[in-house]
């Protein structure tokens, strides 16, 4: 397996740099005031090889508040998946699954289900945050304080006071994935106005960092728009694919936390 595969899935599922300075930020002791459990949220993809864009798949997010190991645990989870008529080119059908600590935005458990062309596995991890360890399948690892999952930074992103920083800065983080710690960042790039499928949206524009995988290309490339009020719930993703690119629009949600008041223009 190519430890570097990475975005493909998790982006199709949302999922999501120039030089700044690093904000003073540890990705640490954040609280959850952007979802509620019940929140549903269901995006669009579209693909583009240079003349015409085209509906490619779907996403949907779900988010539940459980009990795991004697905690409350929010369990997210994301499916993605290709149209039929998109299957002779890249078939995609993917679980993700994400159990959050509610109290500390720490993922305990995360669980994936990949079928992405000829590419087919199951993984998990199980994260143990005491003593710096994750499980996997393949053995026992150490980790960083206050490392994520692919779906739970979706989450913890998402919780993020974007009014402490300025355009340019990076808010580092640290993720297990493949058996690997990788250290990352989101570049703030600023408050934008963005038109999508489903409207017109005042939006917080940010940039993570990507590493190459086996659809996306590494670096700074992708651009997100999440939603400039509490919710700060993504509403349009753009970025080049190794052939193409792809556009993510939410088209549809329910049960979200707040009021909705980024949305300026409903089409």
């Known amino acids: 397996m190519n430890r570097l595969y990475k975005y493909g899935a998790a982006v199709i599922l949302m999922m999501v740099m120039s030089v700044g300075t690093f904000a003073q930020d540890n990705f640490c002791g954040i609280h959850n005031n952007s979802f509620k459990s019940g ?3 269901l995006f669009k993809v579209y693909y583009n090889m240079g003349w015409l864009w085209a509906g490619a798949g779907t996403a949907t997010f779900t988010t539940n508040l459980e009990q795991y190991g004697g905690k409350p645990v929010y369990h997210v989870k994301g499916v993605g998946k290709t149209y039929s008529s998109y299957e002779w080119f890249y078939k995609v059908h993917d679980v993700y699954e994400s159990f959050i600590d ?3 935005m720490m993922p305990v458990k995360f669980k994936r289900d990949v079928s992405e062309g000829d590419t087919k596995f199951k ?11 994750a499980t996997t399948k393949n053995g026992t690892y150490d980790i960083p304080n206050c490392v994520q999952d692919v779906l739970s930074t979706i989450y913890y992103a ?3 006071d974007y009014s402490k920083y300025k355009p340019g800065d990076k808010i580092p983080f640290s993720m297990f994935i493949d058996d690997a710690v990788y250290n990352l960042y989101i570049r703030y790039v600023g408050k934008e106005r963005v038109k999508t499928k489903y409207g017109v949206f005042d939006a917080i524009k940010i940039a993570p960092l990507l590493v190459d995988g086996t659809m996306f290309k590494g670096g700074e490339k992708m651009m997100v728009w999440v939603s400039d009020d509490k919710n700060h719930i ?9 052939i193409g690119s792809i556009k993510v ?8 936390k707040h009021p909705f008041t980024s949305l300026i223009k409903k089409r």
């Not at 993984?123 to 360890?133: A, C, L, P, R």
């Not at 993504?234 to 190794?242: E, Q």
């Not at 629009?249 to 979200?256: A, E, P, Q």
């Open 39 to 41: 929140e549903v949220a």
């Open 249 to 256: 629009d939410l088209i549809g949600y329910k049960n979200l």
């Open 158 to 160: 998402r919780s993020i």
């Open 234 to 242: 993504p509403v349009r993703i753009d970025s080049p694919i190794l």
């Open 123 to 133: 993984n998990y991890i199980d994260f143990n945050h005491d003593s710096q360890k």
């Open 102 to 104: 509610t109290s500390n």
